[in-house]
């Protein structure tokens, strides 16, 4: 078709032949007055817009286009009207189902023997399938330049003697460090890397290959490269040799990859089995719905007696025969919740016999799996060497009981026997034979009491404290006791002051003789350890739903370090220790017992050099 226009006139039979042309050409052909109406579209028009002749006939084309920018038709309208000549471009049409294609268009001016336009030829080609194909092309080409230019491994083309490197990938650069214009004129440059010792590995692969003319099974044997900048990796390579039509070896491809990271942790998993298999404790991986065996450390093969192999072929519930279904069910209740479990159980060996075992158990999620890791640990020698100090508290505790016994009863009746001598009994005494007596008499007692609270606290610690609750008065209890101390106070220079509640106290349900042990014990540390001038002051105050007894004092106080074992049975604090050296220390350990038995609560306040205040409360 001319450049400029069509414009040789045609006859009759010519124009007949021209038209059957365009009905059978396989293209897109119409042809338009000098408007742009349509007067003659053929079958490939009707196909590729969907309109039929008819549709198309006294319409303009922007029945299926008219969907370019202003600026397009101007320039199109300008070219083909003004300057007369063919216009070429790519259009965006839509067929009559709504369905948008692009097209390839020309359209050529038509003019007459005089040069006037008399209308135009246009013809269409459908792209849009060779566009596709095109951008599928040019996107599968853009990926493929991106995964061999950023994939972490090394392809490569050499001669099958490396002296000559045909292609290398950018990862070479990464990996080794090196730069590829420089391996390309020095093809020996990366084997200058590799650790020496690691060479004739190398070496002694690719003879192989290039003699047997096939790749190994298995990867080549791993080597080592040293970059640079010092730092040591680990490459692995898979060569494969490819053979020219003679059918020798022509060239030589393949892939190397790090493998340093993989390496490491293969080397560190190894590590962590031994250190696993050295040690006493069982190590068990657990399927936790099945609870079938999938790993186990040497030690528990060791303490169950199978080989790693027969115990693979077991469930828990082979080796752990206490346990239940309804055990089950609430140990995985647990640790689906996250929980660890410790638990005191019996295992079975192969020969069946028995030992006891302490078990540590909690599920761990690796790599999208959940798995059940237990540490199991033979607690047969701790479990003797327990019974032993059981069995050997067991006669101490009978000793000391017998001991005690003895000496209370001597003691009590050494007690009754000053008692009777304070009260002149058995005549009047001087004033100074007087305070001798009562001095041995406080010592006598003290000594009871002593006996008393240790045969306590092994009651305590054999369950025989019994707890005997009546309706009973505080004030009156607590006035009793007080009652008690007026001669110590005095005697230590220290003022000791009971300040009544406002109002009545309700009765409380409890054990007289414990709660009166109580306030002694109480009191008795408040005047202990104050020094003289000091004060003691005691108060009962009433609370909703209880009563609160305090007791504060202007003492030696507790340092701020031990104040959290001041309730442990025989713990005494260190001022206290050296203030008074021959305490028991097991005061405040009865009073916390008590207390407690009786759903109560106690505790403290205090800073060491100013004081304290010791409180308890009891339910109403």
């Known amino acids: 078709m001319p450049r400029r226009a069509i414009n040789h006139p045609l006859a009759a039979s010519d124009l007949q032949l021209f038209r059957l042309a365009a009905i059978h050409a396989p293209v897109h052909i119409i042809f338009t007055d000098p408007d742009g109406v349509i007067q003659f579209a053929n079958p490939a028009a009707e196909r590729i817009t969907g309109y039929s002749a008819k549709e198309?006939?006294?319409?303009?084309?922007?029945?299926?286009?008219?969907?370019?920018?202003?600026?397009f038709y101007e320039r199109m309208w300008h070219t083909i009207k003004e300057e007369k000549k063919r216009f070429h471009g790519e259009v965006l049409n839509v067929r009559k189902n709504g369905e948008s294609y692009t097209a390839e268009m020309w359209i050529s001016p038509v003019l007459d023997e005089k040069d006037a336009l008399i209308g135009f030829v246009a013809t269409e080609v459908d792209v849009s399938e060779q566009k596709k194909m095109l951008a599928t092309i040019l996107f599968e080409q853009e990926r493929l330049l991106e995964i061999t230019d950023n994939i972490n491994e090394i392809f490569y083309s050499a001669s099958p003697d490396l002296d000559q490197i045909f292609y290398v990938s950018p990862a070479y650069e990464r990996i080794w460090g090196r730069r590829i214009a420089d391996l390309v004129l020095d093809p020996t440059q990366w084997l200058g890397s590799v650790e020496p010792k690691d060479r004739s590995v190398i070496f002694a692969s690719l003879k192989q290959l290039v003699a047997t003319g096939k790749p190994p099974l298995d990867a080549e044997p791993p080597f080592r490269i040293t970059r640079p900048d010092g730092t040591v990796r680990w490459i692995q390579s898979r060569t494969i040799p490819v053979k020219g039509s003679a059918g020798a070896i022509d060239h030589l491809v393949g892939v190397s990859r790090d493998i340093t990271d993989r390496k490491e942790a293969e080397d560190s998993a190894r590590l962590f089995r031994n250190l696993l298999d050295q040690t006493n404790d069982g190590i068990e991986i657990v399927d936790p719905k099945t609870l079938r065996y999938l790993d186990a450390n040497l030690a528990t093969c060791t303490h169950l007696g199978y080989t790693k192999q027969e115990l693979l072929a077991l469930t828990v519930r082979d080796t752990t025969p206490l346990l239940t279904p309804s055990m089950e069910a609430e140990f995985q209740k647990k640790i689906q919740a996250g929980a660890s479990i410790l638990i005191n159980t019996m295992q079975r060996r192969k020969d069946g016999t028995m030992f006891p075992v302490e078990v540590s158990l909690r599920e761990?999620?690796?790599?999208?799996?959940?798995?059940?890791?237990?540490?199991?640990?033979d607690i047969t020698e701790r479990e003797q060497a327990e019974a032993r100090i059981k069995e050997s508290d067991i006669l101490k505790n009978k000793f000391i009981q017998i001991v005690s016994h003895q000496f209370r009863t001597p003691l009590s009746a050494i007690r009754w026997n000053l008692e009777a001598l304070m009260g002149d009994n058995l005549g009047a005494m001087k004033p100074e034979q007087k305070e001798f007596i009562r001095t041995t008499h406080d010592a006598n007692v003290e000594i009871i009491d002593r006996v008393s609270d240790l045969l306590t606290a092994m009651d305590i610690d054999e369950d025989r404290i019994r707890i005997e609750k009546s309706g009973i008065s505080l004030e009156g209890l607590l006035a009793s006791v007080i009652g008690t101390f007026k001669g110590r106070c005095e005697a230590r220079g220290v003022v000791c002051t009971y300040v009544p509640p406002k109002d009545p106290l309700p009765v409380v349900s409890a054990d007289a003789d414990k709660i009166r042990s109580v306030f002694e014990k109480l009191i008795l540390n408040a005047v202990n350890y104050t020094p003289s001038t000091g004060t003691v002051t005691a108060v009962l105050i009433q609370k909703k739903g209880l009563v609160r007894f305090e007791i504060s004092d202007t003492g030696i106080g507790v340092p701020l370090?031990?104040?959290?074992?001041?309730?442990t049975r025989f713990y005494r604090a260190s001022n206290a220790s050296a203030m008074m050296p021959d305490a028991s220390g097991l005061g405040l350990y009865l009073a916390k017992y008590f207390i407690e038995a009786h759903g109560g609560k106690i505790g403290f306040e205090s800073t060491e050099g100013k004081g304290s205040t010791f409180w308890f409360e009891l339910l109403v």
Request: no cysteine; charged share 20%.
């Open 56 to 71: 198309m006939i006294g319409k303009r084309p922007n029945l299926w286009g008219g969907r370019m920018p202003k600026e």
């Open 364 to 377: 761990v999620v690796h790599a999208g799996a959940t798995y059940a890791i237990a540490v199991v640990r």
């Open 561 to 567: 370090a031990e104040q959290s074992r001041m309730f």
